[in-house]
């Protein structure tokens, strides 16, 4: 059963607002997020995207990538396999979107399991050039692409946001709450070169 309680929690409450001198990158916790895993069923990919697209707006993605409408996402991590994430949406997105798939799609309620960090600034990806074993390079990896992959012997799932307001590129991660300690960690130490900023916890 999943774990409610925590998904309005913060995975790592005990960090103050601690910066680095020299900010090239900042990190923030995304919380109250709904998180749930959706994977179509045999022979119903589909009739599912039909009924996300009917309800969402959306195309589901059939490669590494990520799709947005208002405040809810669908991130292609396998053959029609998706992460669903709904800003403030908490465990009951994952009921509304079992609700809608039923019986198109499994879907298993992620809201306590994951953790989403937001990182950019000017040096993030020499940063995390430390750890993902992948191009980031922005000819390689635009604004839309995804990647699951791991980052210093820990899994996890990148996307590419927009750029920020002042032109550097700013990224999602998502990880097992679990190892979120062990990723806070990795990401200090191969930020402390250029300076980095914590900036705490947002809803956005």
Same mark, same amino acid.
């Given at each position: 059963?999943?774990?409610t ?33 959706m994977?179509?069923?045999? %022979?119903?990919d589909?009739s &599912? ?8 707006l ?6 590494? $990538?990520? /799709?947005?409408? +208002? ?6 991590i ?7 994430v709904? $800003? ?8 509304? &979107?079992?609700?809608?798939v039923?019986p ?6 992620q809201?306590g399991?994951? /953790? ?9 990806? *020499?940063?995390?050039?430390? +750890?993902?074993?992948? *191009? &980031? ?9 995804? @990647?699951?992959t791991? /980052?210093?012997?820990? %899994?996890?799932?990148i996307?590419?946001c *927009?750029?920020?307001? *002042? ?7 998502? &990880?097992f ?6 990723f ?5 130490s191969? @930020?402390?070169?250029f300076?980095?900023?914590w900036?705490?916890t947002?809803?956005?």
């Amino acid at each position: 059963m999943a774990d409610t309680a925590l998904s309005g929690l913060s995975a790592l409450p005990h960090i103050g607002m601690q910066t680095q001198p020299g900010g090239g990158v900042t990190i923030t916790e995304r919380y109250g997020l709904g998180i749930a895993t959706m994977q179509a069923r045999q %022979g119903q990919d589909v009739s &599912l995207r039909e009924r996300i697209r009917q309800h969402f707006l959306l195309e589901l993605p059939g490669r590494p $990538a990520i /799709v947005r409408t +208002g405040s809810v996402s669908f991130t292609g991590i396998g053959p029609h396999h998706w992460l669903a994430v709904s $800003a403030g949406g908490g465990h009951l997105f994952s009921s509304s &979107l079992r609700a809608l798939v039923t019986p198109l799609a499994s879907v298993s309620d992620q809201s306590g399991g994951y /953790v989403v960090f937001r990182v950019g600034g000017r040096a993030i990806r *020499d940063t995390l050039a430390k +750890g993902f074993p992948i *191009d &980031l390079d922005p000819r390689a990896f635009k604004p839309g692409d995804a @990647a699951t992959t791991i /980052v210093s012997h820990i %899994g996890a799932t990148i996307w590419r946001c *927009d750029d920020g307001a *002042d032109g550097s590129a700013c990224f999602e991660i998502a &990880l097992f709450r679990s190892l979120s300690q062990s990723f806070w960690e990795w990401f200090v130490s191969s @930020a402390a070169e250029f300076g980095y900023q914590w900036q705490g916890t947002t809803q956005q």
